[in-house]
């Protein structure tokens, strides 16, 4: 080997060092700055180490716990010298920077008003929520009736359900079915009462687009099951203009109820619920419409949370059966019968 190629083999190496110890200086710089961006914001949200450790978990990519991590910055408060303590709560700028500086206290300011906006919704949204529905009802001489309306969204194909039985001449299970088959999808809006009365009258629709919902199916239906309704449109989600159609579908049923009951449609704030032309109509036929505040579903929504995880099992159900019963390859009728069932048992 020649000189030459020593002295560039020597570069090369030295090359190499120098990134090494930049990369190691600037780890070393960034591990510090964020171990005091992390001490800021444990000191100004008053010593809350939940809110410091998500601050550290989501600006090192760890796999810690949240419980672990607050554990973590707990010690780094201990471990810090008291005038970095002291610095911090001073004149922190000096120590860390404008731009690290502004991150910290966007944070906290940010989750400052996501506890804000959570506290309006669940505290003081239910509060109003109630408050309405009282003087809804104490301003009727007519006896209440509370209609609960959602949408859910529903499988033409359920693939990989329990009890599949795979023949052992198989080598290999597999479940037959197109691909339009699994990701095509259709909208339930259902209908809920307290009142049983009232219940079977209630509309229970079934949205569709025309390539999902061929005109001689929905003829199928209508005379299958009268009592379901087939709506073949361009698309399978709900809009305003479907919307309004819905509400004439449910005043057609209502009939004369509307004059000698209250009638109270409970909604939540999607997009398609909320326009001028859905609120004149509903005014003109003497609905009231009532909305759940934004993130209390879990909390005030009925379809939700007593009805469409039970509706969608017995759906399954019944249609791994009609599956059975086909040999493998049920028809979008027997869907619709298993669909129509399960309906009925909601």
Known sequence: MSSAQLAEIQRRIANVSRRLRRMQERTQRRARVLRLQTLLVYIYSGHQS???????????GTSLSLGEAAAHVEWLYISASVDEKVEMM?????????????????FIVELQLL???????????????????????ANTEREPLLINM????????????????????????????????????????CCITHDSTVQPLLPQVLLGNSRSFPLEFVKQAAEVEPGITVWREKSAWNSHRLMRKFLRLLCARLGDLLKTRSVGLLLDFAPCHVHDSIFELARSAGLRLLFV????????????????AAFKNNAQENWRV???????????????QAVAAAVHDL
């Open 293 to 308: 505040p934004p993130g209390m579903t879990p909390l005030l929504q009925p379809c939700d949370t007593h009805c469409f």
């Open 322 to 336: 009609k599956k059975s019963e086909a040999g493998g390859h049920p028809t979008l009728l027997m869907w619709f």
């Open 50 to 60: 939940d809110v410091a450790a998500r601050f550290w978990v989501s600006h090192t």
């Open 90 to 106: 001073l004149n922190p700028r000096c120590s860390l920077g404008l731009r690290p500086l502004m991150v910290a206290l966007r």
């Open 150 to 189: 959602d949408e859910s969204s529903l499988a033409f194909h359920w693939s990989g359900l329990a009890g599949t039985v795979a023949e052992a001449a198989v080598s290999v299970a597999t479940d037959k079915a197109k691909l339009s088959s699994r990701r095509a999808r259709v909208t339930y809006l």
């Open 115 to 137: 506890s804000w906006v959570q506290f309006q919704n669940y505290e003081c949204g239910a509060l109003a929520f109630y408050q309405w529905c009282n003087y809804w009802q």
